[in-house]
Nanobody, 125 residues
Framework: HDQLMESGGGSVQAGGSLRLSCAASGRAVSATVMAWFRQAPEKGREAVAS????????RYADSVKDRFTISRDNADNTVYLKMNTLKPDDTATYYC??????????????????WGQGTQVTVSS
């Protein structure tokens, strides 16, 4: 059963931190690339960060660079997103995604085959 299960969302004040977790099962365990996307109300889905399985190479959106860190623990098939210095603009539903093939652009939703249900992050000013 291919599944991604997110956890760790919540409400925090601006300047605070949260850590999101994404537990993979089924084919998602052997994904070539894992990523976090987010979607705010009335906005499109935005790529936040990605990490490649083979070399742990990471990519970040400019809006989160130097504040967010993506990492993965292959032993327990989990990907993390540590979010520091959170801003109200970071408020969104955060989705974990798994891409099974090589070659897609990291920031395109079409690159990813398996998606989680999402976890809400709310940052108040």
């Amino acid at each position: 059963h291919d599944q991604l299960m997110e956890s760790g969302g919540g409400s925090v004040q601006a300047g605070g931190s949260l850590r999101l977790s994404c537990a993979a099962s089924g084919r998602a365990v052997s994904a070539t690339v894992m990523a976090w996307f987010r979607q705010a109300p009335e906005k499109g889905r935005e790529a936040v960060a990605s990490i490649y399985t083979r070399d742990h190479r990471t990519r970040y959106a400019d809006s989160v660079k130097d504040r967010f860190t993506i990492s993965r623990d292959n032993a327990d098939n989990t990907v993390y997103l540590k979010m520091n210095t959170l801003k109200p603009d970071d408020t969104a539903t955060y989705y974990c995604a798994a891409g099974l093939a090589y070659g897609g652009l990291w920031d395109r939703p079409g690159t990813y085959d398996i998606w989680g249900q999402g976890t809400q992050v709310t940052v108040s000013s």
